[in-house]
């Protein structure tokens, strides 16, 4: 069994530069098309895309509303992805959540459907 383990969430103001990590412990991942995502879920809206990284190769991909903002990394020794977000908006406001998926496809990397383990959720509201 795998479990995501989010922290880092709370409320920032706007501008800030926050950091969140996702610890990851099970299964130990393999390099067979694995993807870790950062996925956010606004109040009323969808689960919708943040970032991605794919563990062989290290490719990156973000959602347009956060590229050149937020930065998705991964450290292996420690199994554990981070999400470096700068210059926050309030717009950026949710439920931070990682997940897992493995034999992800490119065409499939930003869908909810390709990851199959998730964490439970950190809250980022960005107010002044």
């Known amino acids: 069994q795998v479990q995501l383990v989010e922290s880092g969430g709370g409320l920032v103001q706007p501008g800030t530069s926050p950091r969140l990590s996702c610890g990851i412990s099970?299964?130990?991942?393999?390099?067979?098309?694995?993807?870790l995502g950062w996925f956010r879920q606004a109040p009323g809206k969808e689960r919708e895309f943040v970032a991605a990284?794919?563990?062989?190769?290290?490719?990156?991909h973000y959602h347009d509303s956060v590229k050149g903002r937020f930065t998705i990394s991964r450290d292996g020794a420690k199994n554990t992805v981070h999400l470096q977000m700068n210059n926050l908006k309030p717009e950026d406001s949710a439920i931070y959540y990682c997940?897992?998926?493995?034999?992800?496809?490119?065409?499939?990397?930003?869908?909810?459907?390709?990851?199959?383990?998730w964490g439970q959720g950190t809250q980022v509201t960005v107010s002044s």
């Open positions: 099970g299964r130990p991942l393999s390099n067979s098309a694995v993807a």
């Open positions: 997940a897992r998926g493995s034999g992800v496809i490119l065409s499939s990397i930003r869908s909810t459907s390709a990851y199959h383990y």
């Open positions: 990284i794919r563990v062989n190769g290290g490719s990156t």
